[in-house]
């Protein structure tokens, strides 16, 4: 079964913080341009498209797996985020925003992934 990620809430939520986090994370300093910065800017992409590669799968659990993979990457790039910002590399205004959004994120892909587990788990499946 293929599905439409750019149907999907979650999807526009990840979308959004990566073209966000992008011009958000600029102004890392040099050395962190393959760590901290470089790290941040995968964990977002990743969540984005783990939800298109999901979508793509054919059943419902291979789905639900790349939902909780996602899941997982928006987790890191919370704690990412947060890092960053007590490092003095984000600055506050972008954590203050950034923070609730992936919260918000993070909520949407669990509630997903809750209202997917009952077809997976069914005899019928």
Do not use: W
């Amino acid at each position: 079964m293929s599905r439409d990620h750019r149907k999907l809430r979650v999807f526009e939520m990840a979308d959004s913080l990566v073209i966000d986090i992008y011009p958000a994370t600029k102004s890392f300093p040099p050395e962190e341009r393959y760590g901290l910065q470089a790290q941040l800017r995968r964990a977002i992409v990743s969540t984005a498209s783990n939800i298109v590669e999901g979508c793509a799968r054919r059943t419902e659990g291979e789905y639900l797996n790349f939902l909780n993979v996602a899941t997982g990457s928006a987790s890191e790039v919370r704690y990412l985020l947060d890092v960053s910002h007590r490092l003095g590399y984000l600055t506050a205004r972008h954590a203050k925003e950034f923070d609730p959004r992936c919260r918000e994120l993070i909520g949407s892909l669990v509630r997903l992934m809750d209202s997917l587990r009952p077809e997976v788990l069914s005899p019928e499946s």
